[in-house]
């Protein structure tokens, strides 16, 4: 017999008063909008944002969870009606509230059917999503629908049985035509550059071998904001739904846990009507571009360097990563010296400040994200949160040295996953299957090794990977991430830089 109650609508009266809970009436709160992808990420930002919204301006904007991916969500927020408890945490301090935005889920992971079926539905005027950035089956390099993938190749053979988000979302478009459903809005709120724009793209590429005019009927009944989002909110472990048990009495299998911070910023391009969601900070404005450049290349570039070298370095989470002192002055120094000046003028904002705070909150040793977790997928975000920067400092003619680093710790963590070099690790790439071949053929050689993994032409544009200057640099990065030393590649990047920054200044001195 297990006598602690389950987070359920029953409970919602009697939560220990640590815990806020909604304060409008959820039984008379109807679906608008669906969203794809009901992670951790979901849960502590867009349906908190929107648990906002409905306590400030109370509207029919209810969210219905879809998940097309596991894990099911029938028994864990299936059987709490939606209902979660999403901690804050920062170092020892927690706060704790219920969120209730979320009417619904469906699990859509065997057929699109119960996916659709919702997307169809006249009452859902707004489709948002959080499916990853491999979810768009785009290349990452030029963003064009990735005809080879196999998903795609799968959707385009049996457009009624999709799988793929595309798909899906083609389907549904589709069959909101046949229907004579209202305008949709479809908002990406993953981390991508022109989210919009990408998701517009390979829906709009799919519908395009679909015929029958279904792409201009989307073009005309269809809107694809984009969007910049943040809040880190690690992948939630036993631990944390342990300590909802242990610190206020009742059971919750869908915890959510984040940092403080939040942030949205939404492209005003909707189909039909808004969510206020400025009315709980949000901010809506003509163009994301350059809010996007700032925190990917800022935030998630800090994020993706500090997780695969830190990796390399045998540590476990961001926050043991920045307090390795050598790794904690590279990212400062690769941030200030060679990602800001890549950035566009941020209306509100002051880059420097924003660079410290984010490194502030990468401390947090509250936020327990793993480095491997970081490193997921690393193929997907190494072009928005290094290799873009990498290009404007190029055109510039500006130094590369230290940006350079963690693209190869990027190769380096693939490589070291391979058979050859020892299977260090369990890793999860769309491109792993592709650097371990090349690993387990070329052997030891960074030269050759680098060589191969630049010619993956679907990740490093060609004119890039051409390029002497950044060929060098990172293939004298991955030799050294790659012995036994590899923290030394840390080290002498940093000493290189420092030896170009005393010439310059010796230069403008003259
Ligand atoms: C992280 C992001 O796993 C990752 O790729 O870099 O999820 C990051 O925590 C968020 O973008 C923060 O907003």
Same mark, same amino acid.
């Given at each position: 017999?297990?006598?602690?109650?389950?987070?359920?609508?029953?409970?919602?009266?009697?939560?220990?008063?640590?815990?806020?809970?909604?304060?409008?009436?959820?039984?008379?709160?109807?679906p608008?909008?669906a969203?794809?992808?009901?992670?951790?990420?979901?849960?502590?930002?867009?349906?908190?944002?929107?648990?906002? #919204?409905?306590?400030?301006?109370?509207?029919?904007?209810?969210?219905v969870?879809i998940?097309?991916?596991?894990?099911?969500?029938?028994?864990?927020?299936?059987?709490?009606?939606?209902?979660?408890?999403? #901690?804050?945490?920062?170092?020892?301090?927690?706060?704790?509230?219920?969120?209730?935005?979320?009417?619904k889920?469906v699990?859509s992971?065997?057929?699109?059917?119960p996916a659709l079926e919702v997307l169809v539905s006249?009452d859902i005027?707004?489709?948002?999503?959080?499916?990853?950035?491999?979810?768009?089956?785009?290349?990452?390099?030029?963003?064009?629908?990735?005809?080879?993938?196999?998903?795609?190749?799968?959707?385009?053979?049996?457009?009624?049985?999709?799988?793929?988000?595309?798909?899906?979302?083609?389907?549904a478009?589709?069959?909101?035509?046949?229907?004579?459903?209202?305008? #949709?809005?479809?908002?990406?709120?993953?981390?991508?550059?022109?989210?919009?724009?990408?998701?517009?793209?390979?829906?709009?590429?799919?519908?395009?071998?679909?015929?029958?005019?279904?792409?201009?009927?989307?073009?005309?009944?269809?809107?694809?904001?984009?969007?910049?989002?943040?809040?880190?909110?690690?992948?939630?472990?036993?631990?944390?739904?342990?300590?909802?048990?242990?610190?206020?009495?009742?059971?919750?299998?869908?915890?959510?846990?984040?940092?403080?911070?939040?942030?949205?910023?939404?492209?005003?391009?909707?189909?039909?009507?808004?969510?206020?969601?400025?009315?709980?900070?949000?901010?809506?404005?003509?163009?994301?571009?350059?809010?996007?450049?700032?925190?990917?290349?800022?935030?998630?570039?800090?994020?993706?360097?500090?997780?695969?070298?830190?990796?390399?370095?045998?540590?476990?989470?961001?926050? !043991?990563?920045?307090?390795?002192?050598?790794?904690?002055?590279?990212?400062?120094?690769?941030?200030?010296?060679?990602?800001?000046?890549?950035?566009?003028?941020?209306?509100?904002?002051?880059?420097?400040?924003?660079?410290?705070?984010?490194?502030?909150?990468?401390?947090?040793?509250?936020?327990?994200?793993?480095?491997?977790?970081?490193?997921?997928?690393?193929?997907?975000?190494?072009?928005?949160?290094?290799?873009?920067?990498? =290009?404007?400092?190029?055109?510039?003619?500006?130094?590369?040295?230290?940006?350079?680093?963690?693209?190869?710790?990027?190769?380096?963590?693939?490589?070291?996953?391979?058979?050859?070099?020892?299977? =260090?690790?369990?890793?999860?790439?769309?491109?792993?299957?592709?650097?371990?071949?090349?690993?387990?053929?070329?052997?030891? !050689?960074?030269?050759?090794?680098?060589?191969?993994? #630049?010619?993956?032409?679907?990740?490093?544009?060609?004119?890039?990977?051409?390029?002497?200057?950044?060929?060098?640099?990172?293939?004298?990065?991955?030799?050294?991430?790659?012995?036994?030393?590899?923290?030394?590649?840390?080290?002498?990047?940093?000493?290189?830089?420092?030896?170009?920054?005393?010439?310059?200044?010796?230069?403008?001195?003259?």
């Open positions: 017999m297990n006598a602690i109650e389950r987070l359920g609508p029953r409970l919602l009266e009697r939560l220990p008063a640590a815990v806020q809970k909604p304060s409008y009436d959820r039984a008379v709160l109807s608008g909008m969203h794809l992808g009901v992670g951790a990420f979901h849960r502590c930002h867009q349906a908190e944002y929107t648990d906002d #919204l409905l306590s400030r301006r109370f509207d029919r904007w209810g969210i969870g998940n097309i991916r596991p894990p099911a969500l029938a028994e864990t927020l299936g059987r709490q009606d939606g209902l979660y408890t999403r #901690l804050i945490r920062e170092n020892d301090d927690v706060e704790a509230r219920v969120i209730g935005s979320i009417v889920v699990d992971q065997d057929s699109a059917a006249a005027e707004l489709v948002t999503m959080t499916v990853t950035e491999k979810g768009y089956c785009h290349v990452p390099s030029t963003g064009a629908l990735d005809l080879d993938h196999p998903d795609i190749v799968h959707d385009l053979a049996n457009p009624e049985a999709p799988r793929s988000v595309p798909g899906i979302l083609t389907r478009l589709e069959q909101r035509r046949a229907t004579h459903g209202p305008k #949709l809005t479809l908002l990406s709120c993953d981390n991508i550059p022109t989210n919009g724009v990408i998701l517009e793209n390979v829906v709009r590429s799919f519908a395009e071998r679909r015929g029958n005019g279904l792409a201009d009927w989307i073009a005309a009944n269809a809107a694809f904001p984009s969007a910049m989002v943040d809040r880190i909110a690690p992948a939630v472990t036993q631990d944390d739904l342990d300590s909802v048990k242990r610190r206020f009495g009742y059971r919750d299998a869908a915890v959510a846990v984040g940092e403080p911070f939040r942030q949205w910023v939404i492209e005003k391009k909707f189909a039909g009507r808004m969510p206020r969601w400025d009315l709980a900070g949000a901010t809506f404005v003509d163009d994301v571009t350059p809010f996007e450049h700032l925190k990917m290349r800022v935030l998630n570039g800090a994020q993706t360097t500090l997780a695969t070298l830190g990796v390399l370095a045998g540590l476990e989470h961001t926050s !043991d990563a920045i307090a390795d002192p050598l790794l904690s002055v590279f990212v400062r120094r690769m941030l200030v010296e060679q990602t800001l000046p890549t950035l566009m003028p941020v209306a509100g904002m002051n880059p420097s400040a924003y660079v410290e705070q984010s490194l502030g909150r990468l401390k947090n040793t509250a936020i327990r994200h793993r480095n491997h977790q970081i490193a997921t997928d690393g193929s997907q975000k190494i072009v928005q949160r290094l290799l873009n920067p990498i =290009r404007d400092r190029l055109n510039l003619g500006a130094s590369i040295g230290l940006l350079s680093v963690p693209v190869a710790g990027w190769m380096a963590y693939l490589i070291l996953a391979s058979a050859r070099f020892g299977k =260090r690790w369990p890793v999860s790439d769309p491109y792993a299957g592709k650097v371990a071949a090349i690993a387990d053929e070329t052997g030891h !050689d960074a030269r050759a090794l680098a060589s191969a993994i #630049l010619a993956i032409d679907t990740i490093f544009d060609p004119g890039l990977a051409a390029d002497e200057t950044f060929r060098q640099a990172v293939t004298s990065a991955l030799g050294e991430l790659l012995s036994g030393d590899p923290m030394a590649a840390v080290r002498h990047s940093l000493e290189q830089d420092e030896v170009a920054r005393l010439k310059r200044s010796k230069q403008s001195a003259l």
